[in-house]
């Protein structure tokens, strides 16, 4: 089955900087992946995804790129603020309408 | 539009006793929900999938006859944690997939609250 890997398992940056954030999966026939924010004792949000037909997807100050050669996608965060700190989990997608395996999740903090 | 809900939000319980955990899909249908374990500071790990009027499909490692899944109608799932004991304790979410694939993307899963469940 898919395989979800999500490095490391926290991150700081200052406030204004940019956050990237790196999973990789295993089976290639994935073709769904989206990202998601959870704050504690909250329920997911989705913030971004990205279908393997598409290199890259843009929302105002999140990003995700895709290289499905080398199987692995990227959240990046422009711009980070306070509130963006929370929980990030990547997730990835066989074949239509089935699973999602999610990644083990990143603590991202934003210094003020 | 897409809201998932989840009753109760918390519940304790005696060690034992057996706890039902709903899942509705408030404004659309969803042939298909998933229901999710959530350890502190863990990640969401797959309990099973549940498919409208069949069966549910448990992942490897859980046990169907103390989490029993009933998805008897389109907009609800009910979660069934029988016998429960501490280690039970944990967070349940459950998600839902809309059958007409609206949200943008077809495959998006429409998370609930989550319920927060303590057994003593």
């Known amino acids: 089955g898919e395989n979800v890997e999500q490095h490391p398992s926290t991150l700081s940056v200052q406030e204004g900087d940019s956050a990237v954030i790196k999973c990789t999966y295993s089976?290639?026939?994935?073709?769904?992946f989206p990202w998601y924010k959870q704050e504690l004792g909250k329920r997911p949000q989705l913030i971004i995804d990205i279908r393997s037909n598409v290199g890259e997807k843009k929302d105002q100050r999140i990003a995700v790129t895709l290289n499905k050669t080398a199987k692995h996608f990227s959240l990046h965060i422009t711009e980070t603020q306070p509130e963006d700190s929370a929980v990030y989990f990547c997730?990835?997608?066989?074949?239509?309408?089935?699973?999602?395996?999610f990644g083990k999740g990143i603590t991202l903090s934003v210094r003020p | 539009g897409a809201v998932v809900s989840q009753h109760p939000s918390w519940v304790i319980c005696k060690s034992g006793t057996s706890v039902k955990i709903e899942c509705r899909s408030l404004d659309f249908q969803a042939t298909t929900m998933f229901w999710y374990r959530q350890f502190p500071k863990q990640s969401l790990m797959l309990m099973a999938t549940s498919n409208e009027g069949s069966k549910a499909t448990y992942e490897q490692g859980v046990e169907k006859d103390k989490f029993l899944i009933n998805h008897a109608s389109l907009t609800l799932s009910t979660l069934t944690v029988t016998s429960a004991h501490p280690e039970d304790s944990s967070f349940y979410i459950c998600s839902a997939r809309d059958i007409e694939g609206r949200g943008g993307s077809y495959n998006e899963q429409f998370f609930g609250p989550g319920t927060r469940l303590t057994v003593l």
């Open positions: 089976d290639s026939a994935s073709n769904y």
């Open positions: 997730a990835a997608q066989g074949r239509a309408n089935s699973k999602l395996t």
